[in-house]
């Protein structure tokens, strides 16, 4: 199984503030999605890169997939109350159909 | 257009009892994907299924758990014989196709399991 590794595990600032977390793997990946889950709730897609050194941008948010296809990084520019959350990168295993789940970042913005 | 449904929300058991999860996938989806999800932790796969048939077992624990996706009704997560240790809450997402051809996966709000 190939793993993806996250971080910051845990990252608080303030609203108004940028970010970047980051999602890493000393395997290729074919593409990556993110994810954001909210307490009590299943995640929800945000993106999937598919190319590497593609850049795409949702909003405030700019997912970056690395030109070796084997990380990825989520920029988020002025940091909203809204954007809390556990923020998850995951990618489909060769040979198979399953999804591999990073650790996760939990993001908490302060008012 | 309902999204993936699963009951119960939260399901409290005694060790030594059954738990019985189900997950209805989104209309027109055949293929199911059931997670396990501990406190601080991401999602681990447990089990892969479309339509009478699992597919992709890796994740599930050898004993006590099984997975089934009938052709008619919800698919079923069994814990059997139930410890501390299975407390965690348990998602269940589907998709239209495979997961490995970058379908989008939609999850439903999970199954908070808690063993007495």
């Known amino acids: 199984t190939q793993l993806l590794e996250q971080s910051p595990q845990f990252l608080s600032i303030q609203e108004g503030e940028n970010l970047t977390v980051y999602c890493n793997s000393s395997?290729?990946?074919?593409?990556l999605q993110w994810y954001r889950q909210e307490p009590g709730e299943g995640p929800v897609l945000l993106v999937t890169?598919?190319?590497?050194?593609e850049v795409k941008k949702l909003k405030r948010l700019t997912f970056q997939f690395g030109d070796a296809r084997k990380d990825s990084s989520l920029h988020i520019t002025a940091a909203q109350p809204g954007d809390t959350g556990l923020y998850l990168c995951?990618?489909?295993?060769?040979?198979?159909?399953?999804?591999?789940f990073g650790t996760g970042t939990r993001l908490t913005i302060i008012p | 257009n309902a999204g993936v449904m699963q009951n119960p929300r939260h399901l409290v058991r005694r060790r030594g009892q059954e738990a019985r999860l189900r997950c209805s996938p989104m209309?027109?989806?055949?293929?199911v994907y059931w997670y396990r999800q501990l406190p601080e932790e991401g999602l681990k796969f447990m089990v892969y299924?479309?339509?009478?048939?699992?597919?992709?077992e890796s994740g599930m624990p050898k004993e006590r758990f099984s997975a089934e996706f009938p052709k008619e009704g919800p698919s079923i997560l069994r814990i059997q014989q139930v410890v501390r240790g299975d407390s965690a809450a348990y998602f269940c997402?589907?998709?239209?196709?495979?997961?490995?051809?970058?379908?989008?996966?939609?999850f439903g709000s999970g199954t908070q399991l808690s063993v007495l």
């Open positions: 997402a589907s998709s239209p196709s495979g997961s490995g051809t970058n379908e989008k996966l939609f």
């Open positions: 395997s290729v990946f074919s593409s």
């Open positions: 890169v598919v190319t590497g050194g």
């Open positions: 995951a990618g489909p295993n060769f040979g198979n159909e399953k999804l591999t």
């Open positions: 209309k027109g989806h055949s293929h």
């Open positions: 299924l479309q339509k009478e048939n699992i597919i992709d």
